[in-house]
T-cell receptor, first 115, second 115 residues
Framework: AQTVTQSQPEMSVQEAETVTLSCTYDTSESDYYLFWYKQPPSRQMILVIRQEAYKQQNATENRFSVNFQKAAKSFSLKISDSQLGDAAMYFCAYRSANTGNQFYFGTGTSLTVIP | DADVTQTPRNRITKTGKRIMLECSQTKGHDRMYWYRQDPGLGLRLIYYSFDVKDINKGEISDGYSVSRQAQAKFSLSLESAIPNQTALYFC??????????????FGPGTRLTVL
């Protein structure tokens, strides 16, 4: 099974500042997909951003962007102009393109936004 | 609106009781999943189903069973609940034909407490 590691259990950021959440993964495959999900206090899991391993360009969704380093097996999430509504647990997830459709999730990073 | 719903949203039960968690979706997706979330452990896959006749065990299937009654319905059963099954349970769906990413869409979760 693939391993997804989020080494920062908790992070905090000042409102309007930028924060980067780390994610690394372990795989021997070359084709896969990576995702960041957000879980606010409502506990709903919300897809934030996604990246295909074969795409060299880093994905961007409004204030959210990723830094995908395939060789380093790193997939960090950058949140710019942080807002109070960004406070949540963030999960990184991996899906193989070849071996079924199982998602492997990291243990999450709890983000606090300080007003 | 297309959605993934779970019932009940919260449930308290006693050790040894049989309990069923239900999931329904109106997204028309073919694939459905059950996860449990525990603090510090992220989401772990219990069972998944690629269609009505295709059900597979996930990482932590012991103590659980599932039934895919229709493409839109996927239920999770705890035959004899035990306290360490206290967790937040999520149902998710995806569709291999609608997106190469096959991202998963989650229900609102069921908070289960086993006393």
């Amino acid at each position: 099974a693939q391993t997804v590691t989020q080494s920062q259990p908790e992070m905090s950021v000042q409102e309007a500042e930028t924060v980067t959440l780390s994610c690394t993964y372990d795989t021997s495959e070359s084709d896969y997909y990576l995702f960041w999900y957000k879980q606010p206090p409502s506990r709903q899991m919300i897809l934030v951003i996604r990246q295909e391993a074969y795409k060299q360009q880093n994905a961007t969704e409004n204030r959210f962007s990723v830094n995908f380093q395939k060789a380093a097996k790193s997939f960090s999430l950058k949140i710019s102009d942080s807002q109070l509504g960004d406070a949540a647990m963030y999960f990184c997830a991996y899906r193989s393109a070849n071996t079924g459709n199982q998602f492997y999730f990291g243990t999450g990073t709890s983000l606090t936004v300080i007003p | 609106d297309a959605d993934v719903t779970q019932t009940p949203r919260n449930r308290i039960t006693k050790t040894g009781k049989r309990i069923m968690l239900e999931c329904s979706q109106t997204k028309g997706h073919d694939r459905m999943y059950w996860y449990r979330q525990d603090p510090g452990l992220g989401l772990r896959l219990i069972y998944y189903s690629f269609d009505v006749k295709d059900i597979n065990k996930g990482e932590i299937s012991d103590g659980y069973s599932v039934s895919r009654q229709a493409q839109a319905k996927f239920s999770l059963s705890l035959e004899s609940a035990i306290p360490n099954q206290t967790a937040l349970y999520f149902c998710a769906t995806s569709d291999r034909w609608k997106s190469s990413y096959n991202e998963q869409f989650f229900g609102p979760g069921t908070r289960l407490t086993v006393l």
